[in-house]
């Protein structure tokens, strides 16, 4: 995946329903599990994941410490298994958008995202609803 940055505004309704929009939201964390899935076996592997999660569903941050980074992803592979079928990949991504979501709260956030990201997909899908 090739993207810039970009400030985008939303709140956690934007996230929530982006997941509650079953088929767009099954179409899209599909597309991003095709992209993931660098050796087209159709399960990612914790290396796959390692290396495109963090763009998928990354805000502009600093980078965690590798140690802290180890942790959340082990407690990703003991939740969702080490090999993850698109099934469970789109659950681990509207586990990870919720729990977004729910730190949000309803305040307004302004946030650096990928262009190309799942938030910035959210916002772009909110947008088209008319909201």
Do not use: C
Not at 4 to 9: A, D, G, K, L, R
Not at 24 to 53: A, C, V, W
């Amino acid at each position: 995946m090739n993207s810039t940055m970009i400030e985008t505004v939303f709140t956690s309704k934007t996230l929530i329903g982006f997941i509650s929009d079953t088929k767009s939201f099954e179409s899209i964390t599909d597309d991003y599990f095709h992209i993931l899935d660098l050796d087209k076996n159709g399960m990612l592997s914790p290396s796959e994941l390692r290396q495109g999660l963090n763009h998928v569903v990354a805000v502009e941050s600093e980078v965690a410490p590798e140690e802290e980074t180890d942790n959340v992803y082990n407690a990703i592979f003991e939740r969702f298994g080490e090999d993850l079928v698109p099934e469970k990949f789109r659950d681990l991504i509207a586990e990870i958008l919720t729990a977004m979501a729910r730190g949000i709260g309803n305040s307004p956030v302004i946030m650096v995202v990928h262009n190309d990201g799942l938030i910035m997909k959210a916002v772009l899908h909110e947008s088209e609803q008319g909201k």
